[in-house]
């Protein structure tokens, strides 16, 4: 079976400052991972997937997350956050079958 | 290349009526999904269409809950009767593919309250 597990619902850093949110996930065949975002108002937007090939993702807007296995883990990172970052991620994992199983999503705010 | 497009934005009805969602997927997109998400709870999945079939329902709720793809295009998603519970935020997302690598891309949802 698969699940997600996203610590911290709200997670607020000051702007510049190094942008960390947790995701683990369970999985019993070898995970696709993925990390959304949604601004508000929006529909859900691919900032970047894991798909097994190189373990540190890049995606969108400076964001990169590692895929680490033996801590089931697949943490979202930016270096340096800006006033635009703030919105809800989520990490999901895909399933055989193309189900997505998401996390309950992390709040981000960005103290100017 | 239009994204999936979902109507209505927002939809306020009372307890006992009767609610229609549409998605309209990315032309091209075989597969079709709906997701809601209760507030504050995790993005839940509910089905998944395959051009007109129905390839996985076991997320719907009950029986209140009809999904159609007539056609192999857009999708409508029914609830009658409305309850209380099923207030929240409901996405559409479509893919080309379906083997879980192809990303799947959402609307921005449809915001759902029953009174």
């Known amino acids: 079976a698969q699940s997600v597990t996203q610590l911290g619902s709200h997670v607020s850093v000051s702007e510049g400052a190094l942008v960390l949110l947790r995701c683990n996930y369970s999985?019993?065949?070898?995970?696709?991972l993925f990390w959304y975002v949604q601004y508000p108002n929006q529909g859900l937007q691919l900032l970047l997937k894991?798909?097994?090939?190189?373990?540190l993702v890049k995606g969108i807007n400076g964001f990169e997350a590692e895929f680490k296995k033996s801590e089931t883990s697949f943490h979202l990172t930016k270096p340096s956050a800006h006033m635009s970052d703030a919105a809800e991620y989520f990490c999901?994992?895909?399933?055989?079958?193309?189900?997505?199983?998401f996390g309950t999503g992390t709040s981000l705010t960005v103290i100017p | 290349e239009a994204g999936v497009t979902q109507f209505p934005s927002h939809s306020v009805i009372e307890k006992g009526q009767t609610v229609t969602l549409r998605c309209d997927p990315i032309s091209g997109h075989d597969n079709l999904y709906w997701y809601r998400r209760v507030m504050g709870k995790e993005i839940k999945f509910l089905l998944h269409f395959v051009k007109e079939s129905k390839q996985d329902e076991s997320g719907m709720p009950n029986n209140r809950f009809l999904a159609e793809r007539t056609g192999g295009t857009y999708s409508t998603l029914k609830v009658q009767p409305a309850e209380l519970e099923d207030s929240g935020v409901y996405f559409c997302a479509s893919s080309q593919d379906r083997t879980g690598l192809e990303t799947q891309y959402f609307g921005p949802g449809t915001r759902l309250l029953v009174l």
């Open positions: 999901a994992v895909s399933a055989p079958g193309n189900q997505f199983y």
């Open positions: 894991y798909t097994s090939a190189a373990t």
């Open positions: 999985s019993s065949v070898p995970p696709y």
